[in-house]
């Protein structure tokens, strides 16, 4: 007898937190706290690359792209 009890108060709670985590208000919250991450994440990525891809050679296209990129930021 005391099982069952134990068992329902489990079911229960797993119902409750079922519940919780299928509300709106939670799945808003969820996806802001996922794009900021997707955010700081390609930022970093980005300024790495920024920061790289000038110093790989005169002869990497991309890499003079990137440069060129540079010395208009720095003008402006």
């Not at 997707?38 to 991309?62: C, E, Q, R, V």
Request: glycine content about 10%; overall charge positive.
């Amino acid at each position: 007898m005391n099982e069952d009890k134990e068992l329902t108060k489990s079911i229960e709670k797993l119902v409750k937190a079922t519940r919780r985590s299928n509300s709106l208000g939670w799945m808003l919250l969820k996806g802001i706290f996922y794009s900021i991450g997707w955010i700081i994440g390609l930022g970093l990525i980005a300024t790495i690359l920024f920061y790289l891809l000038p110093k790989t050679g005169d002869g990497n296209i991309i890499g003079q792209w990137i440069r060129s990129m540079a010395n208009a930021v720095r003008q402006n």
